[in-house]
């Protein structure tokens, strides 16, 4: 008899914080392992990182499935860039915006069945003073709401928690003054949020852009230039189809790069994550990453 092909090694990462990352997932291994993956599972060590914890073990694995939300992916991505391995994505989280831009079923189970069909693409990252980010980076009215928006609010609220927090900072939301650096020209602005996405969604049910996708090459800025924060309220339908860029107050062009520079620093927020300040070099990684997802979905 001729020898059976080995099974593909998969380092499974569970991040136990993710909204659902306590319950069971043990159909959506059983999945795994019925489409012929041998799965082992790692915890990460006292102290240690998720993308430390992928360095140190994607060694003799042939890909990568990660258990968690947008926070999880965006903590894991230096790591999973440097190691170069696949990656499933098993959706965990309170938004789960990644899996929902590239198509991945938001049932774990149902996504695990993806990643056992061995359909690959790839997709592009957004980076950010050196920080990786899969789904947009923001400064101004979000970076404000991932600050106030604690994990233990996520856990208790889920998406609900977004616009509880959300009403609260709209009331005293303020604009300030920016001046952006892009495609050969300098353009100072007025502004309550400026956001710059790589994927389509991002903040439980936002559209940065109605046509962007993971694999475009391109990043996409808009910048709400509201007067009044009752003007958002009104935005408020196209920020959630991605149609926010044909309104007169809202900036909006596509670029491979950008800087935004504030005359005192401002966080930077990425995929719901505070992890640097302005001024905020942002460009395009393309292809940085090979994902799982549904054959033929853009």
Not at 108 to 122: F, Q, R
Not at 168 to 173: E, F
Not at 196 to 214: D, K, L, P, Q, W
Not at 217 to 224: I, K, M, N, V, W
């Amino acid at each position: 008899m001729p020898n059976s092909k080995p099974p593909k090694r998969a380092l499974l990462i569970v991040n136990p914080k993710a909204r659902r990352g306590t319950g069971s997932i043990a159909s959506a291994v059983s999945v795994l392992e019925n489409g012929g993956l041998a799965v082992t599972e790692e915890k990460a060590a006292e102290n240690e990182t998720l993308a430390e914890l992928v360095r140190r073990r994607a060694n003799g694995f042939d890909l990568i499935v990660l258990g968690g939300g947008d926070g999880t992916l965006n903590a894991a991505a230096p790591g999973l860039v440097d190691a170069g391995l696949p990656l499933g994505v098993l959706p965990l989280g309170t938004a789960n915006d990644f899996a929902r831009t590239v198509g991945i079923p938001p049932d774990p189970t149902k996504a695990a069945e993806v990643i056992a069909a061995g359909s690959l693409a790839p997709i592009d990252l957004g980076e950010v003073n050196g920080h990786l980010f899969f789904n947009v980076a923001s400064i101004g009215f979000s970076a404000e709401l991932a600050a106030d928006l604690t994990q233990e609010a996520k856990k208790r609220w889920g998406k609900l928690g977004y616009a509880i927090i959300a009403a609260r900072l709209l009331a005293r939301s303020q604009l300030f003054s920016a001046h952006l650096d892009h495609d050969g020209t300098t353009e100072k602005i007025r502004t309550m949020q400026v956001s710059v996405g790589n994927g389509r969604h991002y903040g439980g049910g936002m559209t940065v852009e109605e046509s962007a996708t993971a694999d475009d090459g391109t990043l996409d800025f808009y910048s709400l230039e509201v007067d009044h924060w009752w003007r958002l309220l009104a935005l408020l339908p196209s920020l959630r189809r991605g149609t926010q860029g044909r309104w007169d107050d809202v900036r909006a062009f596509r670029t491979t790069e950008v800087t935004i520079r504030t005359s005192k620093p401002r966080p930077v927020n990425t995929d719901g994550e505070l992890c640097t300040t302005t001024p905020a070099h942002f460009r395009i990684r393309p292809k940085a990453l090979q994902v799982f997802r549904p054959k033929g979905l853009s």
